[in-house]
């Protein structure tokens, strides 16, 4: 699943790309990848565009009335936002993919959902294979956004206070409050596992039997790696589909320490990394830096 670097680096993407187009016409091939009335976005401008924990969120203004709203798209699994500055291919359901499901050479393709056009004959491509991604129209962004996430953690919100206060009322293992997206925004699977391995500390550890060193050690390794992720352009591991809006994978999978690496020697110790099972999701280790 995307998390917060390459959501960003989608962010990035879609701002050089997108603002200040006119959205000409939405084709939506799957009912379920769009909720709300396509009538209610056709004509409108894209202003901006920013995002909150895995969430984007595009603001448009209607052309004539002036009137905001939102267009919000979350890619859950395997979304993808593809552009593509000039097509000329008929937007109609498109043909199985000859690699892998995720290749984005020919759009459409089956699992194109969405395609938003725009006056200048550019189009958006959303894919989304799993069928759990989603783009939703709302007026009220405060209402659809709110108070549902903790604090972004590239953010001066994200304090050791913050975490310490969070920590010590739960008795959960800590990976699963790293991904609780209500106390943290933005981390998911990947970078939780990373984090972990980098702070030296167990994923399975009751939350609130972390002292204040490990607490800030974990504090520092969340960000760290959220910022090396940025910097590679997202990760595109093994089983995902994340692209950036040109098409192009991310590299952060290259340096893994621990995701995805089961079995194999520890950077740092030679001990074989471990993997158990937590809250359904992989969960990478090493039994020996790890405490
Ligand atoms: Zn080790």
Not at 3 to 26: H, M, N, W, Y
Not at 65 to 77: D, N, S
Not at 215 to 234: D, R
Not at 246 to 256: P, T, V
């Amino acid at each position: 699943m995307p998390e917060l670097p390459e959501v960003e680096t989608i962010k990035r993407g879609l701002k050089k790309a997108i603002v200040g187009k006119k959205i000409s016409d939405i084709k939506v091939l799957k009912s379920k990848s769009f909720q709300g009335d396509i009538k209610e976005v056709i004509g409108s401008i894209i202003k901006d565009i920013n995002r909150r924990a895995k969430v984007l969120i595009l603001e448009i203004q209607n052309s004539k009335t002036k009137q905001l709203k939102y267009l919000l798209i979350h890619l859950k699994m395997t979304g993808q936002l593809i552009i593509r500055l000039q097509t000329k291919e008929k937007i109609t359901k498109g043909q199985n993919n000859k690699k892998s499901p995720f290749d984005v050479d020919g759009l459409p393709n089956k699992y194109t959902r969405v395609v938003i056009e725009f006056s200048d004959g550019s189009k958006l491509f959303f894919n989304d294979l799993r069928i759990f991604g989603w783009i939703k129209v709302v007026k009220d962004l405060e209402k659809a956004i709110g108070e549902k996430f903790g604090p972004e953690p590239l953010t001066k919100d994200f304090t050791l206070d913050y975490l310490k206060k969070v920590f010590q009322r739960s008795g959960k293992p800590i990976k699963l409050i790293l991904l609780d997206q209500s106390k943290i925004a933005g981390v998911g699977n990947i970078y939780a596992n990373e984090a972990l391995f980098k702070a030296g500390v167990l994923p399975t550890r009751p939350a609130n039997k972390l002292n204040e060193s490990e607490i800030e050690k974990l504090k520092n390794a969340v960000i760290t790696v959220l910022k090396e992720g940025l910097k590679y352009g997202g990760s595109s591991a093994a089983d995902e589909a994340y692209r950036n809006v040109q098409g192009q994978k991310g590299k952060m999978q290259e340096h893994f320490k621990v995701y995805e690496r089961e079995g194999q020697k520890c950077w740092r110790c030679s001990t074989k990394i471990k993997k158990i099972k937590m809250g359904g999701r992989g969960t990478y280790f090493c039994p020996a830096c790890q405490r």
